[in-house]
T-cell receptor
């Protein structure tokens, strides 16, 4: 199956700072998703982004499929942005391969 | 629309007991998936239903796990007998037929086997 690697594994940010999370995947994918795991454990979809760039408020994501990576940008971070961010690659027959996640802590 | 709902949110059982997890997908979603995350590991695929049929169950760890999806609606995942290494968070997700990669995940069931 596809290998998905996320970096950095842990990140501490001062409120208001910007950050970039990276996701590398080992093979061609059908889709690429970014999730945020909220304090209740739910995986909240942030972006479906097999290629190109999308923006949603303070978050944006870029996937360069030919180079097999995706980036998630968090601008003007807030304490509510804290949590684990997962990258997941869809491949084969609708399976998702997840990375280990980026643990983000935003301090006031 | 209502999201993907999972019951229970937490379950603590003794080794050797049986536990049944339930997932109610988004209404009309033909695709239903089970994933799990055991401590310190990645979230891993378990199986995939299309309506009531098992499309892919290659991720099921062993025959102690049994998944069903009656009438193509809700799904259950039974673990019998439970072992310590089954502890983790079990996630369910669903997606529509026309957008199979558009997953919506539930909140998960945290299973602890003691």
């Amino acid at each position: 199956g596809i290998q998905v690697e996320q970096s950095p594994p842990d990140l501490i940010l001062q409120e208001g700072a910007n950050s970039t999370l990276r996701c590398n995947f080992s093979d061609s994918v059908n889709n690429l998703q970014w999730f945020h795991q909220n304090p209740w454990g739910q995986l909240i979809n942030l972006f479906y982004i097999p290629s190109g760039t999308k923006q949603n408020g303070r978050l944006s994501a870029t996937t360069v499929a030919t180079e097999r990576y995706s980036l998630l940008y968090i601008s003007s971070s807030q304490t509510t942005d804290s949590g684990v961010y997962f990258c997941a690659a869809a491949y084969g027959n609708n399976r998702l391969a997840f990375g280990k996640g980026n643990q983000v802590v935003v301090i006031p | 629309e209502a999201g993907v709902t999972q019951f229970p949110s937490h379950s603590v059982i003794e080794k050797g007991q049986t536990v049944t997890l339930r997932c109610d997908p988004i209404s009309g979603h033909d695709n239903l998936y089970w994933y799990r995350r055991v401590m310190g590991k990645e979230i891993k695929f378990l199986l995939h239903f299309v309506k009531e049929s098992k499309q892919d169950e290659s991720g099921m760890p062993n025959n102690r796990f049994l998944a069903e999806r009656t009438g193509g609606t809700y799904s259950t995942l039974k673990v019998q007998p439970a072992e310590l290494e089954d502890s983790g968070v079990y996630f369910c997700a669903s997606s529509p037929y026309r957008h199979p990669y558009g997953y919506t995940f539930g909140s998960g069931t945290r299973l602890t086997v003691v």
